[in-house]
């Protein structure tokens, strides 16, 4: 997470003096620490229990009392994983999100960023495993039954538009299909792909935050070494040099079986990385 967090704050306290112009006030950053401490309640809310559940199993012969608890106990196995899931994600993002903040509170606050140590995990205990091993590129799931009505028609007129070189219409577009259909799985494509129009736009800054934005949502989705490849070019380019390396070695380090691998390599050497 220290990767993104470095990324995120060179971007936000670029070597641009009038951007630091720009950059979150002390109070913004504690008001988003409240916001995420609402969250966490609310989360907690949801794991207790309001005390009504019931399950009748009385009547009928034993074979269908015994094939009705089944189909119970299937159904609150998966429901079961599905919360565990949303659990994980949530502390995960909570942490990471934690995270960022610390950083840029000891930043507004002139203190040592240098002495902060590992974030603690949002609520206690340990970190949940997440599959962070390396993979090889795929096609973006277009399962249907995952997408809400609509999303799948909206993400390919916003990638006619980017096709066609409409490249506004495009950046337009998919920021509305991120906002519409939040947490989707075509979300950290969008993301890209609205860098890809921004780029096309000329703005490369607002095309690096995109970028950022499509691999922290999915730092081991079919997408991720695109991303990260493509924010360590917009780095560059902005003059970032050693954030631009970074993340451009970082495609190999976590990615090797991947095609951006050699296009990274490239890159470092196009912007003379050791």
Same mark, same amino acid.
């Given at each position: 997470m220290r990767f993104v967090v470095m990324i995120a704050l060179g971007l936000a306290f670029g070597p641009v003096t009038a951007q630091a112009?720009?950059?979150?006030?002390?109070?913004?950053v504690r008001q988003e620490l409240t916001v995420l401490n609402v969250e966490v309640q609310k989360l907690r809310r949801e794991l207790?229990?309001?005390?009504?559940a019931s399950v009748n199993f009385t009547g009928g012969s034993v074979l269908d009392r015994v094939n009705a608890m089944e189909s119970e106990l299937?159904?609150?196995t998966s429901?079961?994983?599905e919360l565990e899931n949303r659990?994980?994600?949530?502390?995960?993002?909570? &942490?990471?999100?934690? =995270?960022? !903040?610390?950083?840029?509170?000891?930043?507004?606050? +002139?203190g040592d960023v240098g002495a902060l140590g590992a974030t603690s995990t949002l609520g206690g205990g340990e970190m949940p495993a997440t599959n962070t091993a390396p993979i090889a590129p795929a096609a973006p799931s277009t399962n249907t039954a995952e997408l809400a009505v609509g999303e799948a028609s909206d993400f390919e007129r916003a990638k006619a538009a980017l096709a066609d070189g409409d490249f506004r219409t495009a950046a337009d577009q998919f920021a509305t299909?991120?906002? &519409?259909?939040?947490? =989707?799985? !075509?979300?950290?494509?969008?993301?890209?792909?609205? +860098?890809?129009?921004?780029?096309?736009l000329g703005d490369i800054r607002e095309a690096a935050r995109a970028?950022?934005?499509?691999?922290?949502?999915?730092?081991?989705?079919?997408?991720?070494p695109e991303a990260l490849y493509q924010l360590g070019q917009s780095l560059g380019a902005l003059g970032q040099v050693q954030e631009g390396c970074v993340t451009l070695d970082e495609v190999a380090t976590r990615f090797p079986a991947s095609p951006f691998v050699p296009q990274?390599?490239?890159?470092?050497?196009? !912007?003379?990385?050791q």
């Open positions: 112009q720009d950059a979150q006030t002390l109070a913004d207790s229990t309001t005390g009504g299937q159904r609150l429901k079961t994983e659990v994980n994600r949530v502390v995960a993002d909570g &942490t990471n999100r934690i =995270g960022d !903040l610390e950083f840029r509170l000891v930043e507004l606050e +002139g299909f991120n906002e &519409t259909y939040p947490g =989707g799985p !075509l979300g950290s494509e969008a993301d890209l792909r609205r +860098g890809d129009a921004l780029r096309g970028y950022l934005a499509s691999f922290s949502a999915d730092p081991v989705g079919p997408v991720a990274a390599q490239a890159e470092r050497a196009a !912007l003379s990385c």
